[in-house]
């Protein structure tokens, strides 16, 4: 493999919900050897200085070193056994570097005085190189140093401390109660990921950080061989911003839902969502196929946070409607002529969209971006109007701001930092509403609970999108569990049909752990905030088949 | 020293598995220089390189396993290594489905290195930048695109004898060219394992041209249609089918292979007569590594052939468990064409559109294998054995077991992504909306 190892999964299990594979960005290391730190601030800043110091001697105008070390447990299972745990450490120092006015990029896992310093000779001479074919000049937008400063992760209990065996035999009971409940197969994961970075720029910043990110799920599968049919359900939990404590269970963080159903806030009861998923998948296979046509739908945060970011979060990156992922992820429906208009209707007046890195438990959130700038919020549509995007420190100009937004991160040490995705979240109703009494207002709809197969064009017009859980509404009432169900919409049309938003106590975040962008792809993780929405008059379409 | 030769590799191995105290071990041994330039708005954006190399010892005691990393490569450190992967296989959890390590074998050798891939340096990667934005800039045409070049070794060796080792190269070029004012897109990708064989001016050209035909695309009704899917989009359906044919899941009744009632569909005509693919390391445009990272042999194996599926991919565990010889998934594949270039199968058709790539293909039904997806950069309408007009992005769902079951025609496979595949020609291929994108 390039650069990177990937765990590759079977297409029955987690594969098949991410259509890709699993990265892991390091190499395999001991426990213990992830419980020892490499090097305190002290010696992290003079490292540091070291590169910022190098890169000027060789003529570079401004020059930022990430010193990063990337942590990673996996726990992979099935039914009674433990397939696979994965201990993986990434250690390493990326140098960036603008000199004749383009950047410049290197990076190495020689963190000694002369490997650093050659690293950073490198970094200066590939944007040499590059400048004589370069025709835009970076334009960065001022950032004063905030000096030495540290940031951590609000966590309980830190995950990489607590026992494997406690984790595996959390896994084993998951996959024990699924199975006694009615599951054929079961595969279920923990992702744990700590980063810790220290920044250092020539604006007078050294950054420690310590981030912390959770990610438990499984997929129940229920298998009718006689009928040839089986039905996957996978678990409705969310990656966080969190430590262990999110598995917790805490009533108090529960949302109860119309027929038995349970949403999770910020603590995650993953044995009850087994037992759950295991029934679900059992009703799934004799679930009724969906009737094509136009239906109101009820969507609940754990499902409308995929649709959030594909459909807004990612088309209003300001690099993709610059076109600089135009070879790779593509452009974007909401060019800059629309959004200097003031008026171009995104969505109805109830969609209010926000960007931010601060709120609390998500996966966007940190103290400071990668390349030094303090996170905020700030927002994108406002009162469904397109008001703004996301940008970093070479692209505000272009917006007329001169304060970059904070959304720039690097997946590793050796990856160069670009635009990523900040938590995108849509603000909940202020009418008092709750998902029982959405529904009554529903003649004819579908509510959606999860996340399923999702597909959308590279400007982000079109998109279809599937779930976990479908259940038929009939004159404000759940009738029965649909299945062969998929929405396809159109961005604009899709925002403006938003009819009613459940109000801040139904309001849960949603989250991709591992969403790809770039050349070479780099993951990021990222939330999505949100209360249950209605849709009315999406486009459903039937997607059973028969093969031979 | 991130590319080891055969020799260097092997004592090290060698001075690894003489600290063994465990009752298995192996050790892989891997090492890689990856550079590469990335460019958009006809200017460069990023662009860097980076070297690899990293020892990864698995200890095994019984059916208890525990692996530890190292990139330092001392005698104390190695030693170090492998007492640590040791000590975590004595504390880890016993893996009833482990197997025992293989013993020696004669693994095939493949010619997956170039050294021209080996020599590319910053400049290199700067002028196919420049051959690709130059002409793009000349036509009031936007390019965007990404070079990237790789040399790299894999050895592997255990306590019972095994040991083998490759070294390959590949370089991977895709440019987009869009239209100064948005209105069309082209796309080309090529990739080698040889760079000389690589001409990033000629191929910029394709989307050049793809770009300017592409502008003002009309909509067409969706519904089903004739489709003539150029290898790049073909291969994106037949590699998903071909990373499902695990034979586990079909055995376990979760799989689009899986028999109603029980059972395999294995050895059933499922496809087109004329479907054939196979793997096979040795083939000289898409050569692979002789050996898979288990240690288990490649082989030239049949998959489909006459549209009837021959293999299914074992894990060494289930093929015992099942009594069948425990044939390792593909690492590359090759479908079997025709003898007609594209333009010919365009000539052929009397109405059908032309499809360059598709785009964020994903899984719909693991039972029928359906995926969705959307046409992109170059999709055109073909009446009467010629291009007519371009047309607006299409969604698709489709199977590709329904697909190549629709077939109409097959041209010269050529290499896409490291596998060998003709451009197809399919019938009642279902789109089912319209896409805005362009």
């Known amino acids: 493999m390039k650069r990177r190892d990937f765990i590759q999964l079977s297409s029955m299990g987690l594969g098949a919900m991410m259509g890709a594979s699993i990265p892991v960005l390091g190499s395999v290391v001991p426990l213990e050897q992830m419980l020892d730190p490499k090097a305190d601030a002290a010696m992290k800043k003079k490292m540091a200085d070291i590169a910022l110091n190098a890169a000027k001697a060789k003529g570079a105008t401004y020059t930022d070193v990430r010193i990063g070390r990337y942590l990673q447990q996996y726990l992979f299972t099935r039914e009674t056994k433990v397939q696979n745990i994965v201990n993986a450490e990434s250690y390493g120092v990326g140098i960036r570097v603008i000199a004749n006015g383009t950047w410049g990029f290197a990076a190495t896992s020689d963190v000694s005085t002369d490997g650093i310093a050659k690293c950073a000779e490198t970094a200066v001479a590939i944007a040499k190189a590059n400048a004589k074919i370069q025709t835009e000049p970076v334009v960065l937008a001022p950032q004063k140093g905030v000096g030495e400063v540290a940031w951590k992760t609000p966590i309980q209990k830190n995950a990489f401390e607590i026992p494997v065996q406690q984790k595996i035999d959390l896994l084993m009971k998951v996959n024990g109660e699924a199975m006694k409940n009615g599951a054929g197969f079961v595969t279920s994961n923990l992702f744990f990921v700590n980063e810790q970075k220290y920044f250092a720029s020539t604006d007078g910043s050294y950054i420690d950080q310590d981030i912390h990110r959770i990610w438990p799920t499984f997929t129940v599968t229920a298998v009718d061989k006689q009928a040839g049919k089986f039905k996957s359900r996978d678990a409705i939990s969310s990656p966080m911003g969190m430590g262990y404590e999110y598995l917790d269970g805490l009533a108090s963080e529960k949302i109860a839902g119309p027929n038995g159903l349970v949403g999770y806030r910020n603590s995650y009861d993953m044995v009850e969502d087994a037992i759950m998923a295991a029934k679900q998948a059992k009703e799934k296979v004799t679930a009724k196929s969906v009737i094509p046509g136009k239906y109101d739908l009820v969507l609940d945060p754990n499902h409308l946070g995929l649709t959030i970011h594909e459909s807004v979060g990612h088309p209003l990156e300001l690099d993709r409607v610059l076109g600089y992922e135009a070879n790779y992820a593509g452009t974007s429906f909401a060019t800059l002529d629309k959004w200097k208009t003031k008026s171009f209707n995104y969505g109805s007046k109830l969609v209010n969209i926000v960007a931010d890195k601060t709120q609390p438990h998500t996966l966007g959130t940190v103290g400071y971006d990668d390349e030094g700038v303090p996170c905020k919020e700030w927002d994108l549509i406002k009162d469904g109007i397109l008001v703004n995007y996301q940008a970093i420190r070479d692209q505000v100009n272009i917006l007329g701001e001169n304060e970059s937004h904070g959304c720039c991160y690097a997946d590793n040490w050796n990856s160069v930092q670009f635009q990523r995705m900040p938590n995108v979240s849509l603000r909940p109703g202020k009418e008092k509403l709750n998902v029982q009494d959405m529904i009554k207002g529903v003649d004819k709809g579908i509510y959606i609970i999860g996340r399923g197969s999702y597909s959308i064009d590279q400007q982000r017009y079109n998109f279809q999108f599937g779930g976990q859980l479908f259940y038929e509404i009939k004159n404000g009432e759940i009738v029965g569990m649909l299945d062969d169900v998929a929405y396809q919409s159109n961005t604009q049309e899709f925002w403006n049909s938003c009819a009613q938003i459940c109000d801040k106590d139904d309001y849960r975040t949603f989250g991709s752990f591992f969403d790809g962008k770039g050349q070479p792809s780099q993951v990021s993780a990222v939330s999505h905030g949100s209360a249950t929405t209605r849709f009315n008059g999406v486009n459903v379409i039937n997607t059973g088949r028969k093969i031979g | ?438």
């Open chain 2, 1 to 438: 020293m991130a590319i080891l030769t055969k020799e260097e590799a092997k004592k090290i191995i060698d001075k690894v598995l003489a600290f063994s105290k465990a009752d298995e071990m192996s050790v892989s041994l891997t090492g890689s220089r990856t550079g590469n330039i990335r460019y958009a708005r006809n200017s460069v954006s990023t662009s860097g390189e980076s070297y690899d190399l990293a020892l990864a010892v698995t200890a095994v005691y019984g059916k208890r396993s525990g692996t530890s990393t190292i990139n330092e490569f001392d005698d104390k450190s190695l030693e170090k290594t492998v007492r640590r992967a040791e000590e975590i296989a004595k504390l880890a959890p016993e893996n009833p489905e482990y197997m025992p390590m293989l013993g020696p074998h004669t693994f095939v050798e493949s010619n997956t290195f170039a050294q021209s891939t080996a020599n590319i340096d910053p400049d290199y990667r700067a002028k196919v930048a420049f051959d690709s934005i130059d002409p793009c800039k000349k036509k009031n045409l936007t390019a965007a695109g990404y070079l990237e070049d790789t040399t790299e070794f894999v050895a592997m060796g255990n306590s019972k004898g095994l040991f083998a080792y490759n070294k390959s190269t590949s370089v991977d070029f895709s440019v987009t060219v869009r239209s100064a004012d948005g209105t069309g897109s082209g796309y080309v990708a090529r990739d080698f394992n040889d760079s000389s064989k690589l001409n990033a001016k000629v191929s910029t050209e394709i989307a050049m041209q793809k770009a300017m035909a592409s502008v003002s695309a009309k909509a067409l009704e969706p519904g089903k249609y004739t489709v003539i899917l150029e290898p790049t989009a073909a291969l994106d359906l037949i590699q998903n089918m071909m990373r499902s044919i695990d034979a586990r899941s079909a055995d376990e009744g979760r799989s689009f292979m899986s028999k109603k009632g029980g059972g395999t569909r294995l050895g059933e005509k499922l496809l087109d007569e004329r479907v054939n693919i196979y793997s096979d390391p040795t083939n000289p445009d898409a050569p692979n590594a002789g050996f898979s990272m288990d240690g288990r042999p490649q082989e030239k194996t049949t998959w489909i052939e006459n549209g009837v599926f021959k293999n299914l991919a074992y894990t060494r565990y289930w093929a015992q468990k099942q009594g069948v010889k425990a044939v390792p998934p593909p690492g590359r594949f090759i479908m079997q064409g025709g003898r007609q270039s594209l333009e010919e199968l365009i000539k052929s058709t009397e109405k059908g559109i032309l499809v360059t790539r598709f785009w964020y293909i994903r899984a719909v039904d693991p039972q029928t294998l359906l995926y969705t997806g959307l046409t992109r950069d170059g999709t055109f309408y073909i009446e009467n054995g010629k291009i007519k007009y371009p047309v607006k992005n299409f969604r698709f769902n489709e199977s590709p077991i329904i697909m190549l079951n629709n077939l109409e025609a097959m041209g010269v496979p050529t290499r896409v992504r490291g596998n060998m595949i003709p451009p197809l020609k399919i019938r009642d291929f279902t789109f089912t909306s319209l896409s805005d994108a362009v």
